[in-house]
Nanobody, 125 residues
Framework: QVQLVESGGGLVQTGGSLRLSCAAS????????MGWFRRAPGEEREFVAT????????YYANSVKGRFTISRDNAKNTLFLQMNSLKPGDTAVYFC??????????????????WGQGTQVTVSS
């Protein structure tokens, strides 16, 4: 089992940057595919990015490609999301999620077994 705790959210102006972190408990973090999702006010939770267990493969939603970077440090059991060129449309609660890595890229929330509590990101215009 994996427990996930996000941090790093906050208020930032349009064009600014934030770096989210997701600290994972347990000794098997390096075997899990990790993902970031977000839920904007009044919207469904949507996929943002995912990374393979080794960190060698990443995949992004079109809406964040070229602006966001997902990465991980398996030695420190931590997942990151570097967010640059932020827009008001990026305002949301951001969640990290985990599932055992099977080699398949998963972008649906139902594919992930473990979730953090979320961290708020607000981008002002």
């Amino acid at each position: 089992q994996v427990q996930l705790v996000e941090s790093g959210g906050g208020l930032v102006q349009t064009g600014g940057s934030l770096r989210l972190s997701c600290a994972a408990s347990g000794r098997t973090f390096s075997s899990y595919r990790m993902g970031w999702f977000r839920r904007a006010p009044g919207e469904e939770r949507e996929f943002v990015a995912t990374i393979s267990s080794s960190g060698g493969s990443t995949y992004y939603a079109n809406s964040v490609k070229g602006r966001f970077t997902i990465s991980r440090d398996n030695a420190k059991n931590t997942l990151f999301l570097q967010m640059n060129s932020l827009k008001p449309g990026d305002t949301a609660v951001y969640f990290c999620a985990a599932r055992p890595d099977s080699g398949t890229i998963y972008t649906t929330q139902r594919a992930y077994n473990y979730w953090g509590q979320g961290t708020q990101v607000t981008v002002s215009s």
